[in-house]
């Protein structure tokens, strides 16, 4: 007989039964033979009143209740219903616990079924989705959910995908399935018996050939197509403006023209041409991912040479991709090839997952991941884990799978024409076009094994970046954390870790090392006992230099003096790690000299090597800060006071960028060009050439304005009755500027937007707002506050009417806020790093004792290059209108004021009291 599912969502009073709520409506969609069959839907009157929240939330009201039967008058109803079905809802265990607990109050049996969680399942099944809310998949499958939060329709939706995802399961390569079906046993509702439901019927009646699958070494996965020959195409780039335009307007009918854009693609192609380098400010609206894709595509076809494109942003990255490239190649007459290019490790190791796919020993997120993968499998092309939607387990394990440079070849040899790094690496050797990340563009210039052309063709976006991401690769960072996890992966040999794993295969293969496994152990005890007695040092240190009261983390420079104390300690720390590292490689080299290594040991050797080399990595660190310190570079330490021992992380780099930067990254490249929106200072390039250590290379520089009417599109107003920042504390500031934002939020009914320069001053600002009560209409978003990440809180602030978000230093670029979405920006103050950070306090150092002025030479142009990028959120399109508000009367009524003013693009500067604060916002938006 067919199975019967009973799909099941329920509205209540609360979360909790045993506190007393109960349920308001109950609905039931009954599933037979693959086809919805019945539905059942009644409203309950649960005996005490709705709260506002849940009648907001799902519309139903006291009065839609009042006449509605009371629990006990259905109970027999949906027992009945659910007898001999599996139970199926969205979240199951809420909708079943609460129905057993009333079944039970009523004196009848609880359900004791199967259950199948569509989440669990959509998980499975969804690897990629965005997320498994019950609409957000609703939305991915196109199905029509009219009412969310009512139980009917919820009931109903559910019902429907669990149908499309039972359809998609049984459609998966019977070889997958299988798999699946092993490790089901460790989920928490019974999935096992659909899939096992799936297999007898695949078994009955087989599926066509999939000619899209291929299977090797017991898994199944997507076909890869490996045709990617790079063409040689003979054709003129259209360097005349009206041939551009007829070319670009074939396939984009309504493209604006403008003549920023099209002198941009001339003065790339030409800087392509003719080898040389150039830097590029391309003011917002000039549209300057296509200026520089199209002379890059001509380019790269024509001379059969790739051109590497390199942005900081992921958002930049997937705009590149899924917007900007489709509409390139619309417009071109050739076929052309872009890849994204990652580092090794966002690669999944189909070695790694076939042996981690036979182990025994899952938890649950290791089965569920490990499900995860291999549905994915059958869908990915890339084999990029940014693609995959992984729990935070999930990601841990991940770490085991990720593809690593100590894979021997001779064990990668098998799976070597399908890996998808090798496969990545092939394409992109062959690509017209490559896009990447600065902080990837860095590692492999400067790798042995390197993919990208250390003589070729570059496209830097979001080039003000540039010396921050090169300043990092250069530089080291060591935290508690990290180095503990490390050491206790190693672990001791009577641990069942990696060490007990090596001291079971030499016994294996009858090997003997000279270093005793006891001598380890006991230089690991020693290890782990006076690493943390130096992180106690180190937040002594801290507490001793850092503020009595203050921010939650601080950052605290480290001179000479400070770490001499610790510089005995740390001496010992490395040379135990070094008698580790003797050890492990004595073993290591043993068992690499067997000639018949078991397919597991050559396996896990791999995971030796990897550990080795990490472990080598933390005793060159160590050793780099505390032994052999460089006079170029700033070495300190980032505390959280709230965690003196594990909050502590050390981090060093250059000083100043200057030529080393350039020298050890782009000093052989044939032609760079450098872009962004915010390059020039007072409409000169010399302080980002500075930072770049370009001061004696030939470049070209092109600035092209903005095609926005600011003046016509943006106000700029200035509180004048709010006192100077520098001459009251932060708790007096912080009054009067909540103060200005309450108003400006009430005038422009949210869609605001607040940038500050620290997290102190944001969090108190935050909580200031909220205990006013005066903003309780509006949803209030705080970055590092509000949980999500910075795309989340993007998201949730454009999904809400009246919103407002609080934001610090990655919201001052890279947000892009179009529409009314966004109507109110105000800056709280000049964006000045403060004077005690470490990195700014060093180089202001160096630019003194050179008999300068670090205000002018540094802190001055740092500060005007992102307060123009915090202006730059404000206006996306021609068509967007806003205010901007400045808190911070230093903009008005000191010298180097004048030189934010005349940094933006020319528009009106109001000094207003806050009843002009607030009309002229309304008036405006």
């Given amino acids: 007989m067919a199975q019967r599912y009973v799909v099941v969502d329920l509205e209540t009073t609360g979360n909790s039964p045993k506190k007393g709520e109960r349920i308001i409506q109950f609905a039931a969609v009954v599933i037979e033979e693959d086809q919805i069959i019945a539905e059942y839907s009644t409203f309950i009157h649960p005996e005490q009143e709705i709260s506002m929240f849940i009648e907001e939330l799902t519309g139903i009201d006291n009065d839609m209740v009042k006449d509605a039967p009371i629990f006990e008058v259905v109970a027999d109803r949906i027992s009945a219903l659910l007898k001999d079905a599996v139970f199926v809802a969205h979240n199951v265990l809420f909708d079943l616990n609460f129905l057993k607990e009333e079944l039970e109050r009523c004196g009848m049996e609880a359900f004791y079924g199967s259950t199948i969680d569509t989440v669990e399942l959509a998980k499975i099944m969804k690897p990629t989705s965005d997320g498994y809310k019950l609409n957000q998949l609703a939305k991915a499958e196109k199905l029509d959910h009219f009412r969310p939060h009512r139980a009917d329709s919820d009931a109903y939706v559910t019902a429907q995908l669990f149908l499309e995802l039972k359809k998609k399961l049984y459609q998966l390569p019977l070889l997958t399935m299988k798999h699946l079906y092993r490790l089901s046993y460790s989920l928490k509702s019974e999935i096992s018996e659909l899939i096992q439901e799936c297999i007898a019927e695949n078994l009955s009646q087989p599926n066509d050939y999939d000619a899209t699958i291929e299977a090797f070494q017991g898994l199944a996965f997507k076909k890869m197509s490996r045709d990617h020959a790079q063409n040689t195409w003979k054709m003129d780039y259209p360097s005349d403006r009206q041939a551009k335009l007829k070319l670009i307007r074939e396939s984009l009918p309504h493209f604006e023209s403008r003549e920023g854009q099209l002198e941009m693609m001339d003065g790339i192609y030409d800087s392509f041409e003719n080898e040389h380098h150039s830097i590029i400010e391309a003011g917002t609206g000039i549209g300057k991912s296509l200026a520089y894709l199209l002379p890059a595509a001509y380019f790269s076809v024509k001379q059969g040479k790739p ?543 050179q008999g300068k002025n670090p205000f002018s030479i540094y802190s001055l142009p740092e500060a005007i290059l992102r307060f123009r990028q915090g202006f730059g959120r404000l206006i996306r399109t021609s068509t967007d209108r806003g205010v901007l508000v400045v808190l911070d009367r230093r903009v008005m009524t000191t010298v180097y004021g004048e030189a934010f003013r005349q940094s933006i693009p020319s528009v009106n500067w109001l000094q207003v009291s806050k009843n002009e604060l607030v009309k002229e916002i309304e008036e405006w938006i």
């Avoid at 092309?381 to 693609?387: N, R």
């Avoid at 400070?562 to 300690?569: E, G, S």
């Avoid at 290591?588 to 550990?611: G, M, P, T």
Wanted: proline content about 3%.
């Fill in 307 to 849: 051109v590497v494109i390199s942005t900081y942003t992921l958002q930049l990255q997937e705009q590149l991709l899924q917007s900007e490239v489709p509409k390139l190649k619309k417009i071109l007459h050739f076929p052309l090839t872009v890849v994204l290019l990652k580092g090794r490790s966002n690669y999944l190791s189909l070695a790694k997952f076939e042996r981690a796919i036979r182990e025994k020993e899952d938890n649950y997120e290791t089965a569920l991941t490990k499900m995860q993968i291999l549905v994915w499998l059958t869908e990915t092309e890339t084999g990029d884990k940014d693609e995959l939607n992984l729990t935070s387990g999930g990601e841990l394990f991940w770490e085991r799978l990720q593809s690593n440079s100590f894979t021997k070849m001779g064990l990668q040899k098998p799976w070597q024409a399908v890996d998808f790094y090798e496969r990545a690496k092939s394409v992109a050797l062959k690509a017209d076009i490559i896009i990447t990340n600065h902080a990837f563009l860095m590692a492999d210039l400067v790798s042995p094994d390197h993919l990208i052309p250390r003589d070729g063709f570059l496209i830097l976006d979001e080039a003000h970046h540039l010396e921050r991401a090169a300043s990092k690769h250069l530089g080291r960072r060591l935290d508690y954390v990290s180095a503990k996890t490390l050491l206790n992966r190693l672990g001791h040999s009577d641990q069942k870790q990696l060490l007990f794993r090596l001291e079971k295969m030499l016994l294996q293969y009858s090997l003997t090392p000279v270093t005793k496994s006891a001598n380890i152990d006991r230089t690991l005890l020693d290890f782990f006992y006076e690493f943390d007695q130096l992180f106690f040092h180190l937040g002594a240190l801290a507490n001793k230099q850092g503020r009595s009261s203050g921010p939650k983390q601080i950052s605290i420079r480290l001179i000479d003096e400070q770490w001499k104390m610790t510089t005995m300690l740390a001496e010992r720390l490395v040379d135990q790690l070094q008698m580790i590292l003797s050890g492990l490689d004595e073993r290591i080299s043993l068992l690499s000299s067997v000639e018949r290594l078991s397919k597991n040991a050559q396996f896990y050797l791999n995971d030796f090597e990897l550990i080795r080399y990490q472990i080598n990595e933390l005793k060159k660190t160590l050793a780099d800060f505390f032994v052999t310190q460089n006079a170029d570079f700033i070495y300190w330490m980032d505390y959280t006071k709230a965690n003196p021992q594990q909050g502590i992380s050390l981090a060093s780099q250059p000083i100043t960028g200057s030529k080393l930067l350039w020298n050890t990254f782009f000093s052989r490249q044939k032609s760079i060009v450098m872009t962004s929106a915010t390059l020039s200072v007072k409409s000169s390039f010399q302080f980002f050439m500075n930072q770049l250590g370009m001061q004696d290379v030939p470049v070209k520089t092109f600035s092209y304005s903005s095609p926005f009417n600011y003046r016509e599109q943006v106000r700029i107003l200035v509180p004048k009755d709010i006192p100077d920042i520098q001459s009251v504390s932060q708790e007096e500031f912080v009054l009067h500027a909540a103060e200005n934002i309450i108003l400006a939020a009430e005038a422009a009914k949210g869609r605001m937007m607040i940038l500050f320069t620290s997290h102190e001053m944001l969090r108190a600002t935050y909580y200031l707002l909220k205990e006013s009560q005066m903003l309780q209409e509006y949803t209030l978003f705080g970055q590092g506050i509000t949980s999500g990440s910075k795309t989340r809180l993007l998201k949730n602030f454009q999904s809400f009417d009246k919103a407002i978000l609080l934001g610090t230093t990655s919201f001052w670029e890279g947000v892009d806020v179009p529409g009314e979405d966004l109507s109110c920006l105000v800056i709280v103050r000049l964006p000045f790093s403060p004077p005690d950070d470490p990195i700014t306090e060093a180089r202001c150092n160096v630019i003194r004792n």
